[in-house]
Structures are given as C-alpha cells and as structure tokens.
Nanobody
Framework: QLQLVESGGGLVQPGGSLRLSCAANGFTLGYYAIGWFRQAPGKEREGVSCITNSGSSTNYADSVKGRFAISRDNAKNTVYLQMNSLKPEDTAVYYC??????????????????WGQGTQVTVSS
C-alpha cells in the first residue's frame, strides 16, 4: 500500500523552529516530486514548498521564502521541511503530497496523487 507519513509537528513559540518529515512507505520516493501544503482553520489549502524528484529544483510560497527550506534524502525515502522563524500565521495542518514525475521544476498546481494524513503545527506563545 502506497503511503506518505508526516511527522515533526507540534507547538512552538514565535521565532522558533520545527522540522517536518515526510516518509514514503510502499514506493520509491526518488521517482516523485513532493509538495508541502498547509491548511489553517477556515482557510483554503495552500502550497508551501515543493521539490523535484532529483532535488535539483525547489519552489516556495512568498510567505515562507527565506524562512523554510525543503530537502530530500532519497536514500532514506524521506523529504524534509525545515521551518525557521515561525510566525503565528504559520499555524496550520501541514500535508506532504507526491506525484510521479521527472521535471526540471515543480509546481503547487500539479494534481498530486498521494497525500499524507497531515501533522499539526501550532505557533503560539
């Protein structure tokens, strides 16, 4: 069974950091582009960051540029989202998603085929 599992969420104070992980079970993540998305209560889901299957190209939402960093370790079948200088407006459920595609760039608008169950990130003092 193909499955994505997120971990690493939690409660953090403003200005703090968290690292989210997205682990793949049942398939080889190296063939897939990965996107991180988030959804806050009462808001639509939005793209946060994505990375191509090779890891050579990344993309970030303007709201997180300079604060978040996406990376991948295909040997560990895992993608990471390092989140620094967190703000209360970063509070949301964060999801990772996978699409089997080899491309030079990645886009949030792709129809990602597989989704994780989400991990809650709460930024509050």
């Amino acid at each position: 069974q193909l499955q994505l599992v997120e971990s690493g969420g939690g409660l953090v104070q403003p200005g703090g950091s968290l690292r989210l992980s997205c682990a793949a079970n049942g398939f080889t993540l190296g063939y897939y582009a990965i996107g991180w998305f988030r959804q806050a209560p009462g808001k639509e889901r939005e793209g946060v960051s994505c990375i191509t299957n090779s890891g050579s190209s990344t993309n970030y939402a303007d709201s997180v540029k300079g604060r978040f960093a996406i990376s991948r370790d295909n040997a560990k079948n895992t993608v990471y989202l390092q989140m620094n200088s967190l703000k209360p407006e970063d509070t949301a459920v964060y999801y990772c998603a996978a699409l089997q595609i080899s491309a030079y760039v990645c886009y949030f608008e792709w129809v990602y085929a597989y989704w994780g169950q989400g991990t809650q990130v709460t930024v509050s003092s």
